[in-house]
């Protein structure tokens, strides 16, 4: 880091420009003097004036004064005075201007050194006057030359006083400014090392990290959101990073340059974890992209920050999962409707008590075997529909399942209670989705409830939508079982535990058909506390329409 160069250490230049100017002034009022008619001064007097001129030349350019502390300019200058002094003392009545030459040496160490010094060459130009006068050669009117030498030396005493002062609050500035200079150095590297920490840090997650200024102005991109800006089709000189090749969770639907996340974030439109798929048609990868706004301490936002994983190997895993497990519903569901022809016809048959309680057993197995192949098709037969809205009560919806659920939940003794709230609820839905939506939360409420429990049912309205609520008091949820609920095939290490059954489809399924309607259904729970699920869908059908569509 550079460093300000010091104010404080005396400057050789300097040094040598006092002697220069004091000689110069001192030869050229000698040489007046010396043409001047009248007594001639001593020789010895000239002489020795003339030697330490010499000797204080050579001292100012052979010293070595940028090594020296700046407080031994003193002792030129108090040379300079002795001189002044001894050549005053001589030349007085030849010429009386010979003590105006005192002011180069005061005036300098006023301005250079501090208030000691300032003294203390006072003091000496004081101990100069009276030495003026004693060595003085005898001359007319002295009561005149002591006035004039009183004023001379209180008027050099007044500058050398002011002059400290000025110069006293000059360094007091610098001082300031160097010290500021300073700061704003370590302000400066301390930033440098921060952004070349950040730079290390965005260059090495396995992440693309993208950064715009509020006003576009300056823009970052790490090595792969580089390459992830080239699969986007984003031009390098476009700081919206905005590209024509980015497409919907469904791959085939463009999303227009205005709707995708850096200029939605500019406008504070954030977004977590949204599925895009970017790169020409055959040669796409899936990322899952957020956006969060970059904010200094005192909440002024300066940006918009844009991270984007690639999941494609993710997504694809998923949908091959997916995939088999339709395949294999399917592939199994044409065999197992033949099983039940057969067991009916067995039914029909004259079988005596043994073989009715096999057919029976048969029967219980085939019908158990029949609803999980359902449960694992029905969320791509719901990502399939479309939905076919109709202004339905919604509490007359909810009663209904209520008294589906009675019997299954009392033979564990669990109530279901409700719903309280309006008696009427005209809500836009597709009755058979809003009942599969229905089923779902509430099978996953008394399928958590200990024995003896009880599931309380509740429908209102917030904020120009319905909402149904579904509050059970049992096992409950961690903060990271409730943040996994709605993934597909997730089974809580609780649900695994205690052998619960299911596959871990159903509050997917339900919060698909919920966003199918506008809508979306929202989880709060306490481990061994119990679960709230909160479903809200819009009043109006325009706004489930276009609150689906988005």
């Known amino acids: 880091m550079n460093t300000a160069p010091s104010w404080r250490t005396p400057h050789a230049g300097f040094i040598r420009v006092l002697v220069g100017v004091f000689t110069i002034a001192a030869v050229v009022v000698i040489a007046m003097t010396l043409a001047y008619p009248g007594p001639r001064p001593h020789t010895v007097v000239l002489t020795s004036a003339g030697a330490a001129l010499v000797v204080l030349n050579i001292a100012a350019f052979a010293l070595p004064w940028e090594r020296l ?23 007085y009545q030849t010429n009386n201007a010979i003590p105006l030459l005192a002011l180069i040496p005061v005036l300098w160490i006023a301005f250079q ?41 209180f008027v050099v005493t007044s500058l050398a006083l002011l002059t400290q002062a000025n110069a006293h609050a000059l360094r007091r500035s610098r001082a300031i400014a160097e ?69 919907g969770p469904d791959r085939v639907t463009p999303i227009p340059p205005e709707e995708q996340l850096l200029p939605r974030a500019l406008h504070g439109d954030y977004t977590t974890g949204a599925l895009q798929w970017v790169g020409e048609p055959g040669a796409q990868h899936a990322i899952s992209v957020s956006s969060l706004p970059a904010v200094t301490e005192t909440g002024e936002q300066v940006g918009a920050v844009i991270v984007a994983h690639d999941i494609t190997n993710l997504v694809e895993a998923l949908r091959a999962a997916e995939s088999f497990s339709a395949t294999v519903a399917h592939e199994l569901r044409t065999p197992l409707t033949s099983i039940v022809g057969y067991l009916d016809l067995l039914e029909a048959d004259d079988l005596d008590e043994t073989g009715r309680e096999f057919l029976q057993r048969a029967q219980q197995g085939v019908t158990s075997l029949s609803a999980k192949l359902s449960e694992l098709l029905e969320p791509f037969e719901v990502a399939g529909a479309s939905p076919s809205f109709a202004f339905i009560d919604l509490v007359e919806l ?99 535990r205690r052998a619960l059954p299911g596959f871990g489809l159903g509050l997917a399924t339900a919060l698909s058909i919920a966003r199918a309607h506008g809508g979306t259904i929202r989880l ?7 679960t709230t699920a909160t479903v809200e869908i819009p009043l109006t059908q325009v706004g489930a329409a276009a609150r689906g569509s988005s």
């Not at 300032?118 to 002295?142: H, K, Q, S, Y």
């Not at 599969?436 to 409420?445: H, Y």
Request: with cysteine; charged share 20%.
């Open 398 to 496: 909810v009663r209904r399942r209520l008294n589906h659920w009675r019997e299954s939940a009392a033979t564990r003794d669990i109530a279901l209670e409700g719903p309280d709230g309006p008696r009427h609820l005209q809500v836009p839905l597709d009755r058979e989705l809003a009942e599969r939506m229905i089923d779902a939360v509430l099978s996953n409420a008394v399928k958590f409830s200990a024995s003896g429990g009880r599931v309380d049912v509740s429908v209102d309205t917030h904020e120009h939508c319905a909402r149904v609520t579904i509050v059970d008091h049992g096992l409950g949820m961690t903060r990271e079982e409730t943040r996994h609920a709605f993934e597909r095939f997730y089974r809580a290490p609780t649900a695994i």
């Open 524 to 530: 709060e729970s306490t481990a061994g506390a119990g």
């Open 69 to 91: 502390p700046r407080r031994h300019s003193f002792w030129v200058a108090l040379a300079q005075l002795a001189i002044t002094i001894l050549l005053a003392g001589t030349l």
């Open 179 to 247: 010290e500021a200079w300073r700061s704003q150095q370590d302000a400066l590297a301390s930033a440098e090392r921060n952004a070349a920490v950040m730079r290390a840090i965005a260059h090495g997650v396995d992440a693309a990290v993208f950064f715009a200024a509020q006003d576009r102005s300056s823009t970052f991109a790490n090595q792969r959101a580089q390459e992830l800006g080239r699969r986007m089709g984003v031009s390098p000189q476009d700081p919206t990073w905005a590209g024509h090749e980015v497409y």
């Open 113 to 153: 050194l501090d208030w000691p010094h300032t003294i203390a060459i006072i003091v000496a130009l004081g101990i100069g006057c009276v030495a003026f006068w004693l060595i003085a050669e005898p001359m007319p009117n002295r009561p005149r030359v002591i006035v004039a030498i009183s004023v001379f030396y």
